[in-house]
């Protein structure tokens, strides 16, 4: 399949980066989305005008002190994840997706720019449509200098997420949307310039993660995309893997597995919360990735290759059953978690870490790591039932993501959110845009004191002497 031609024209008076694409592409994503506007627009306008006061769900003490799980607070048609199923993205589940996505020639797994077709357009691309977003992602790379810049003048041991988030932040003063909105453009049309600067930040993404990888970790050795590679395998060629065919079908697998979990978690919650005061696309998914960096949801990945390597180091041998065990036991008496073990919606092991278990069985079955990430597979969930407490003792995406990454060779673990961040951005993008078509409003949720709490449930005379509000 070949790549279409775009026809790149700098907007007058601004530099370089600010490109209008112009021809097939500039138009395809837009037009699919105003296609179907008016009918999601009045989908939910019917939903609300005739059940605006439909109760959804009721919520208790214990969500309210408890991070709000299981309180349904938002809608997302972009993906849904079943606790007993898992992820399904625009209705397809993992195994699905793997099979219908368009593909590169030679290649296993799908084209990232598929996955944003579909992500964007709510439909399953051709081959064609899956090019056109690789060929206008190749028209909007070019990184400002400024961004490295920024980068650069960081201490040498900042975490790589930092960085990453302050890139996408460096990024900001592209955006079309703040841009526009200073000259008073009309809400309902918000969302155009909200895809624009979507598909402008997502096409610097594997440039970025790169910029950052090559410059801590390959001596500032960086290296140029390449222009008949798509954007997962040209991640790959800027970190020095040009060569490896599998690892470029690594990247592929891992960009679109971890692109999208649903609206609830904390990275695409943190992202569509900080949209929804019209924040642009670069403000709201910086905001997604300081959450994406958090231990409890995307640093999960670097913890988890972390414990492993602790693992594997307790022992002159490979472990036994018993000793990944207690070794297991002993990391909840020393008051951790076992990273990649449970989820807050998922109540069994999560398809996107069998569908990484399955690559590792097929292309690195004696790798010492695997073996281990088998054995765990096969111990800790027991140890974790035993606990009584965990809801969930089955191991999720990040119980398996690093071992692939230390395979090939990215040994460098706490880079391994970043490669995360640039897949998850696709989803939150998306999700941000569609918040945007829907016209959705700032959110903001109530907050009570415990004193209220109180009264409600002993009421207010058995409170009195009590300190608060
Ligand atoms: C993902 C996670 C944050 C979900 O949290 P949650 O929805 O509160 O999970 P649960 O309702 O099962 O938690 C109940 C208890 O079990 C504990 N628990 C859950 N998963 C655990 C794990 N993998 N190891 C040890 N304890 C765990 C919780 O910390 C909690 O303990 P507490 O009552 O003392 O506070 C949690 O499972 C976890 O911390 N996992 C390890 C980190 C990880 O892999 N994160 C990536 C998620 S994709």
């Known amino acids: 399949m070949s790549k279409k031609k775009l026809d790149i024209t700098p907007l007058p008076n601004q530099k370089q980066q600010y490109v209008k694409v112009t021809g097939d592409c500039t138009t395809i994503l837009c037009k699919k989305i105003t296609d179907q506007l008016p009918a999601w627009r009045e989908r939910v306008a019917r939903l609300l005008k005739e059940h605006g006061s439909f109760k959804v769900c009721d919520v208790t003490i214990d969500q309210v002190y408890g991070g709000i799980r299981g309180v349904q607070i ?3 048609d972009i993906s849904y994840v079943d606790p007993l199923e898992g992820i399904r993205i625009r209705g397809y589940t993992i195994p699905e997706l793997l099979k219908v996505l368009p593909r590169s020639e030679g290649s296993e797994f799908p084209l990232a720019g598929g996955l944003y077709y579909m992500l964007m357009a709510n439909q399953l691309p ?36 930092t960085l990453f988030s302050m890139g996408i932040l460096a990024l900001q003063g592209e955006s079309n949307f703040a841009r526009e909105y200073a000259t008073g453009i009309h809400k309902l049309d918000y969302w155009e310039t909200y895809l624009e600067d979507s598909l402008n930040l997502t096409a610097k993404l594997p440039s970025l993660a790169a910029f950052i990888y090559n410059l801590k970790y390959r001596k500032d050795d960086q290296i140029e995309p390449h222009p008949d590679l798509d954007w997962s395998a040209n991640f790959a060629h800027m970190i020095g893997k040009g060569e490896d065919r599998e690892y470029q079908d690594l990247c592929r697998l891992f960009f679109l597995l971890h692109s999208d979990h649903e609206g609830g978690n904390v990275s695409a919650h943190a992202a569509h919360l900080v949209g ?70 998922l109540r069994i ?101 415990t004193r209220m709490l109180e009264d409600m449930v002993y009421g207010a005379k058995e409170q009195d002497g009590q300190p608060g509000l």
Not at 127 to 153: K, S, T
Not at 280 to 291: I, K, Q, R
Not at 377 to 382: A, F, K, N, R
């Open 126 to 161: 051709t081959p064609a449509e899956a090019w056109l977003i690789e060929a206008e992602w190749q028209c909007r790379r070019m990184m400002p200098e400024e961004v490295y810049d920024v980068i650069r003048a960081m201490p040498a041991d900042t975490h790589p997420m």
């Open 349 to 449: 092991t999560d398809p996107r870490f069998t569908a990484q278990l399955e690559f590792a069985k097929k292309y690195m079955p004696d790798d010492e790591l695997f073996r281990l990430v088998n054995l765990v597979y096969e111990v800790v969930p027991d140890v974790l039932k035993e606990s009584g407490k965990v809801k969930n003792p089955w191991p999720n995406v990040d119980a398996i993501n690093g071992t692939l990454q230390y395979h090939y060779g990215v040994r460098e673990f706490d880079f391994y959110t970043v490669l995360f961040g640039v897949s998850r951005i696709l989803g939150l993008t998306a999700h941000v845009v569609w918040s945007r078509v829907l016209g959705k409003p700032i959110e903001r949720p109530k907050s009570l004191t």
């Open 276 to 345: 929804s005061a019209l924040s642009d696309v670069y403000l709201a998914c910086s905001a997604g990735m300081n959450g994406l960096a958090g231990p409890l949801h995307g640093l999960a990945n670097q913890e988890c290759i972390r414990w492993l390597l602790d693992v594997r180091a307790q022992f002159d041998q490979f472990p036994t059953r018993q000793q990944i065990r207690d070794f297991a036991v002993q990391t909840l008496k020393n008051g951790k978690v076992i990273p990649g073990y449970g989820h807050a919606v």
């Open 74 to 76: 938002q809608v997302s």
